[in-house]
């Protein structure tokens, strides 16, 4: 029903920024709870934002990225945005965005039911 595809990754220096876009099938993904996750090399998938449905102003951060990344929403382009600043090289890692029918702002692979195929990012000290 729906599909999502992430772009935006690439390589920077560490303290650099990147911003990932996260693009949908459908209007009806306005009404969809967004979330990112990643996953770096010999690590288990974690979870780094999420965004509620229509106003998006609903907000959850990772610790580890909280005060350096900002999710939003676009819904006239039906897009997610992960603005990612001040970036480390431990930030390294496959990012995936994942919607959710269910739940209004998914923190858990569990709560959602889309995903993208991923987007590399890399950050070099």
């Known amino acids: 029903q729906v599909q999502l595809v992430e772009s935006g990754g690439g390589l920077v220096q560490a303290g650099g920024s990147l911003r990932l876009s996260c693009a949908a099938s459908g209007r009806t993904f306005s009404s969809y709870g967004v979330a990112w996750f990643r996953q770096a090399p010999g690590k288990e998938r974690e979870f780094v934002a999420t965004?509620?449905?229509?106003?998006?102003?609903?907000?959850y951060y990772a610790d580890s990225v909280k005060g350096r990344f900002t999710i939003s929403r676009d819904n006239a382009k039906n897009t997610v945005v992960l603005q990612m600043n001040s970036l480390k090289p431990e930030d390294t890692a496959v990012y995936y965005c994942?919607?959710?029918?269910?739940?209004?702002?998914?923190?858990?692979?569990?709560?959602?039911?889309?995903w993208g195929q991923g987007t590399q990012v890399t950050v070099s000290s």
């Open positions: 994942a919607a959710s029918t269910r739940i209004l702002a998914p923190t858990r692979e569990s709560e959602t039911d889309y």
């Open positions: 965004i509620n449905p229509w106003s998006g102003g609903v907000t």
